[in-house]
Antibody
Framework: VQLQESGPGLDKSSQTLFLSCTVSGGSINSDFHYWNWIRHHPGKGLEWIGNIYFLGSTNYNPSLKSRVSISLDESKNQFSLRLRTVTAADTAMYYC??????????????WGHGRMVTVSS | QSVLTQPPSVSGAPGQRIIISCAWT?????????VQWYQQLPGKAPRLIIS???IRRSGVPDRFSGSKSGASASLTITGLQPEDEADYFCQSYDNRPVFFFGTGTKVTVL
């Protein structure tokens, strides 16, 4: 299984960040996996953004919950991140990652390569 | 705010043993939660190397080991190699669950 981030990144007109993650080599419709977004601020630590289960249930970091939404597109085997009202503080490398419940519960065993998003102040 | 604190840097000569600590700063996080460890090489995504406190992932050299005691965990590299030079992050979670990462430790091989 591989994950790959893609998408426009930042829509400046709406100040919204939008990224997608394509899952290849496996189905996103899995009882056993949660699909996550994680970001890494330059020179700082990693921050978990949230995740989605194939039935559509989501779980978000409380610090971002008011601005974030994660959705899933079964037909494209993709899940997506939308972050509204972005500021320079949202500049980061954005990763998608998988949690495999049976083998690595509460851990992230597969990661995408990452997509850098820069928000100018 | 990070609830998992790591030393910013640790260094050692090839062949030496180094230990990276990871300590909870907030009891709400749940000291009973398991700890994972990730290695991030320059320009690469993080890679899971230790799960559930001390389970080494398949393909990870046995010089890497993890442990946990109470509200702290540690990653030990016994027999440091030049290719181990990287950033290392611990990770845990609470009962919601919300996931937390440590502040990160840069390992330098002298």
């Amino acid at each position: 299984v591989q994950l790959q981030e893609s998408g426009p990144g930042l829509d400046k007109s709406s100040q919204t960040l939008f990224l997608s993650c394509t899952v290849s080599g496996g189905s996103i419709n899995s009882d056993f996996h949660y699909w996550n977004w994680i970001r890494h601020h330059p020179g700082k630590g990693l921050e978990w953004i949230g995740n989605i289960y194939f039935l559509g249930s989501t779980n978000y970091n409380p610090s971002l919950k008011s601005r974030v939404s994660i959705s899933l597109d079964e037909s494209k085997n993709q899940f997506s991140l939308r972050l509204r009202t972005v500021t320079a503080a949202d500049t980061a490398m954005y990763y998608c990652a998988r949690e495999a419940v049976p083998t690595f519960p509460r851990a992230f065993d597969i990661w995408g390569h990452g997509r850098m998003v820069t928000v100018s102040s | 705010q990070s609830v998992l604190t790591q030393p910013p840097s640790v260094s050692g000569a090839p062949g030496q043993r180094i230990i990276i600590s990871c300590a909870w700063t907030n009891s709400y996080t749940g000291p009973d939660s398991a700890v994972q460890w990730y290695q991030q090489l320059p320009g690469k995504a993080p890679r899971l190397i230790i799960s559930d406190n001390n389970i080494r992932r398949s393909g990870v050299p046995d010089r890497f080991s993890g442990s946990k005691s109470g509200a702290s965990a540690s990653l030990t590299i016994t027999g440091l190699q030049p290719e181990d030079e990287a950033d290392y992050f611990c990770q845990s979670y609470d009962n919601r669950p919300v996931f937390f990462f440590g502040t990160g430790t840069k390992v330098t091989v002298l």
